[in-house]
């Protein structure tokens, strides 16, 4: 059963703040001079898993559109977390990561013809 479109919209919430746990996760671990605030912390984290989820939850659609969903995801998460300071950075980078993957999806989906107007040759 394919997701709806608000279905889709609305799974990428979990998985972006997942995301930006486990980036906070790694920068304790490994560089705790960086803010757990900061883009460098969100936009991994947040960018590929939301590019991955979105690309997962969308039906019918197979081949390289994967690094395309998470290379849109990781950009938008970029400049979208650049556009706050403070707490705001990781929500503005999960939101800028769902509008990037979803924006990517929706524009293959329409280049790419239906599936019934394929034919077997």
Not at 23 to 44: D, H, K, M, R
Not at 56 to 70: E, K, P, W, Y
Request: hydrophobic fraction near 60%; glycine fraction near 16%; charged fraction near 5%.
């Amino acid at each position: 059963m394919p997701l709806s479109r608000w279905g889709r919209a609305l799974i990428v919430l979990p998985l972006g703040l997942g995301g930006w746990f486990l980036g906070v996760l790694f920068a304790w671990s490994l560089a705790p001079s960086w803010s757990i605030a900061g883009p460098l912390v969100v936009v991994p984290g947040a960018g590929l898993l939301i590019g991955l989820g979105a690309y997962l939850a969308t039906q019918g659609i197979r081949g390289r559109v994967t690094g395309a969903a998470v290379a849109g995801a990781l950009a938008g998460a970029w400049l979208l977390s650049l556009a706050g300071s403070g707490l705001v950075v990781p929500v503005l980078g999960i939101l800028g990561a769902a509008l990037g993957a979803n924006l990517v999806l929706a524009l293959h989906a329409r280049r790419s013809p239906p599936a019934a107007d394929r034919v077997a040759a």
